[in-house]
Structure formats: C-alpha cells, structure tokens
DNA sequence: TGCTTGTTGAGACTGAGTCTCAAGTAGAAA
DNA sequence: TTTCTACTTGAGACTCAGTCTCAACAAGCA
C-alpha cells in the first residue's frame, strides 16, 4: 500500500491521471514482484471485468514511460515485468527448472561494465544481467518433471 | 565457408540431414553476424523463392538444439540469432542509438557470476550479460535522428 | 453549460512464430 | 530396381502477445 501511495504522488507530479482503472492495474502490479502482462491483465479482469486488456496494456506502458516498472525478458516465457519504483538496483538468478527468480547484487560487476564500455568509447546507459541455473532442490530432484515458467514468483531481495 | 563445412561435419555426426533447404539456410546464417529470424527468411528466399517460411524457422530451431546458433533477446527489435559454433563465449554491447554491436569478453565477471550462484546454492548453467549505451559517434551526433535496430550490424570480435 | 482533451472498451489488426497436413524425397531393405 | 518407411517440405491456417482505431465517455476548465 506505501509504495501504491508513493507511486500516485509521482505520477501526480508527471500531470498523470490516475483513473480508476489505472488505479487498479497498478495496485494489483505493486501486489507481485514479477508477472507477464496476460497475467496482470487476467488478474485485474478478475476484478473488474470490464477493464479491457488494451487499458491494462496501456497502463503497463504508461508506468513504464514514468520509470515505475520496468520489463525483463527472460529466456523462458514471455517478458516479465516488475515495479521497480523504490527498489534498489539489481539483477537476476533464475532456477531454470522451477522458474525461481532471486534478486541479487553484485558491484564488482557493475564497476567491471564501466571498464568494458570505457575500452570501447561507449557510454553506459543500461544492462542486463541475467543467471541462469538450477536452485538447490532441483538439482536433487527428478529431472524429468517438467520446468515451470518464472512468472509470479517469490523473490528474495538480497543487500 | 569453412564454418559451414565444420558445422556439416558436425550435423553429420549428430545424424541430422543436411538438404539443399538446410544447406542454403546455414550457408546464409553464418555470412551474418547477427540476424534477426525474418531477415534470414527474406535472405534465403530471395536466393530461393521456393523454400518455405516454416521450412527456414525449422532449420533455424535445428541449428539452435544442436548447438550451432545462439539466440539474444535484445531489448529492441525482435530476437537477434547468432552462429557461434567455433566461437569463443563471449557477451554483448550495443549502441542503442545506431545499432552497432560490440562482442567483448571478461573473465572477471563471470568469476564473479560464479561467487554469485554459489552464495545461492545454484548450480550456473548459462548467462545473458547485455550492455546498452552511446557508441563514440553517437554520443556527439544528433540525438534527434531515429534510432536503428540491431540488425545485420558489424562486431568487432575482442580477444 | 459547453468545450477541449484525455481515457476507455471493444474489437479488428499485426508480426513473429508454430502447427498441420498432404505431397515429396532420401535412404535402407528386399 | 522397386518398395517401404521415416523424414522433410511447402502452403497456409492458426496462435499468441501486443498494438491500433474509433466511437463513446469522463474530467477539468472557462
């Protein structure tokens, strides 16, 4: 609910309207920590079902235009997204067979970046920086079930 | 022309036909450096109007399983593929400004990658590491011109 | 109250990729 | 050779995620 509220002053600030379908898309996406954009749209259509999915996706880009959420493409599955308002930078460790998603920070690569782009003349904008692995219990479990897709899933974030 | 014939050999090996479809897909493949799936279709059947979408896809999902073709999810424009049989593991930059793609390797970050999975408990099995940024030229040209995508662009391969 | 501008729902449309299926082809077996 | 089987192909329908269009509606201002 706090980062909702801080959320809505920030948009205040941009001139941005939040009506009320905005204000539900939003409250529902700050409610995950990743989910696709047909997971958010099924989720506030559950809600109000007369939210139409273009309204959803409308509002997804809205939110990401003001530096609210912002998208990942993980190998696996459609493009997540995340509200990143308030949040620490970081990057992601994914459990390829049961889609877990860990946070985690790690400075001595993003110093390590600054190098590469400097050996280059580049200016650094942006990166991505994405692992891909098997967690602890899948690596000691039946291999043969079938792997899950990172959507929805519990994170922890790590200092 | 010598990557193909190596990724021949090595398809034989694998027990996978090689026909005069296949052949002219990989042929094309490896003249670029990065491609983009439709670019490759509109490539090859420029060459051979009578070779089929699906069949170009086709090949392309073959090349990938057996190892030949990498695909980079850039965060402009569609997918990018790569044929890095017989190339050393590299990691990308891209000016997301003109395009152009950098390849570059450092070993100090994925030392570091591993020191990550491992506070986890994770087993690493692959990585994306994508830096966006301004190229030299494009950081003193005019910010106003339209932004290129990823395509067909030239690398510089760094030792 | 009227005007302007922004927002919405509905649904058509798009692009990239996948699937299906009948026809064609390669190579092994007879 | 011919036959058989399995693989591969072209054509085109289909899917899925996302975008666009447009008429209706709502908010805020004068």
Not at 109 to 128: D, I, M, P, W
Not at 138 to 158: F, G, I, S, T, Y
């Amino acid at each position: 609910m706090k980062r909702f509220i801080e959320v809505e002053q920030l948009l205040k600030t941009q001139g941005i309207r939040l009506t009320a379908q905005r204000a539900l898309v939003l409250r529902r996406a700050v409610a995950y920590l990743h989910f696709t954009a047909e997971e958010l749209v099924k989720d506030v259509r559950e809600i109000d079902a007369s939210v139409a999915r273009g309204t959803v996706y409308r509002t997804l880009a809205l939110l990401h235009r003001a530096g609210v959420v912002e998208k990942h493409d993980f190998r696996y599955g459609p493009p997540n997204y995340e509200v990143t308002f308030a949040k620490a930078h970081h990057d992601h460790l994914m459990c390829v067979q049961c889609g877990e998603i860990i946070e985690f920070q790690e400075p001595r690569v993003e110093a390590l970046q600054q190098a590469v782009v400097k050996r280059f003349g580049y200016q650094l904008l942006s990166h991505t920086h994405k692992l891909y692995g098997l967690c602890r219990a899948c690596q000691h479990a039946d291999p043969r079930r079938a792997p899950k897709h990172p959507h929805l899933h519990v994170e922890e974030v790590v200092a």
